[in-house]
């Protein structure tokens, strides 16, 4: 990563599902304003999560990662608010940034200057999440993409307490073809919650994967 690198900034809405190994995917051709759902998309994920000995950003609502694969792969700043989940993305760089298999990745220099309003280095290794992803874009009839789903197989990894777990889940992240307005939104998420519910599945307990492995602890300094 150069300093020249610009982040690219988004603002996520989605919901989240738990399933359980055999859960059959729902019919979303049966979701309102879905026209077509587009082939399955295979991704192998593999995210490493820091924060401070602390837990400062934990405490600021805030996620730091290094993912690779997948079409986002690269660092990422995640803060959820009521909206949303705002997220800052940096691509992976050729300079100046660890090598994939580092167990604790070094923050570059842009990453560390964004946080410096919440937190401050060294940040150190939280969770690793592995994620067998299979993706599908749900799209209207004009081709605008509604919202894409995931299929998820996580295996997850607390570095702290050394706990692991596995799981499936599933998300659900509206597009640029979505309804804009709160209440269109409301409408989908509410049509798409009884089709994964006919397909036995349930909104999730857990708002991120991160928060799931860590089971709601927020770290303490040594």
Known sequence: MTGATEPTRSLEIERKYDVDAGTPLPDWLALPGIARVGDAEPRALDARYLDTADGALARAATALR????GPDAGWHIKQSTPEGKHETHWPLGDTGDAADSADEPVV?????????????PPFLALARIRNARTAYALRDADGGLVAEFVDDRV???????????SWREWELELGPAAPADPAGRAALFAAADELVAQAGGR???SDS???RILGGTVPTAP
């Open 209 to 211: 994967k991160l928060a």
């Open 66 to 69: 290094r993912r690779t694969g």
């Open 203 to 205: 909104v999730a307990a």
């Open 108 to 120: 570059p220099a842009e990453i560390v200057a964004a946080l410096a309003g919440i937190a401050a």
């Open 155 to 165: 295996e997850a990894t607390d570095v702290r307490r050394g706990v692991m777990a």
